[in-house]
């Protein structure tokens, strides 16, 4: 096991959570403290601390969890667009230890971000 951190808990079951996806390699569920409208984070099962550690063979687990931001964004009707995001470690301002997609929607947004 890597670390023991929040999103490790929900894949295993251990914390409660609310799933809008879940299928063999990844789920989704709204972010607990929201940024916009619509914020979803969509996580590997697999355990990878962050996008820095992705290899190779995780490129099914990449494709599907933007697959699944796509659906998401389409089922929760984002269509004058939506935001995708991943911090990778802490300068990227990553606080959990568990490789994660941030969907946001419902709002715009400006650039450069913060
Ligand atoms: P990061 O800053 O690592 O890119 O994003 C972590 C996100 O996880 C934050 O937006 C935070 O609100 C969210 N988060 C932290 N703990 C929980 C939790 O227990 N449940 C849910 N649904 N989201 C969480």
Not at 19 to 34: E, M
Not at 62 to 67: E, L, T
């Amino acid at each position: 096991m890597l670390t023991d951190n929040v999103f490790k808990k929900i894949v295993d079951g251990q914390i409660p959570t609310t799933l809008l996806h879940d299928d063999d390699l990844v789920l989704a569920f709204k972010d607990i403290h929201p940024q916009a409208k619509i914020h979803i984070l969509i996580i590997p099962k697999k355990e990878i601390r962050t996008h820095a550690d992705l290899t190779a063979e995780d490129l099914p687990i990449i494709a599907r969890m933007h697959q699944v931001a796509q659906k998401l964004a389409n089922d929760f009707g984002l269509k004058p667009g939506y935001r995708l995001v991943i911090n990778c470690d802490r300068g990227g301002g990553q606080t959990v230890p568990h490789l994660h997609m941030h969907l946001l929607g419902g709002r715009s947004f400006g650039w450069p971000p913060g």
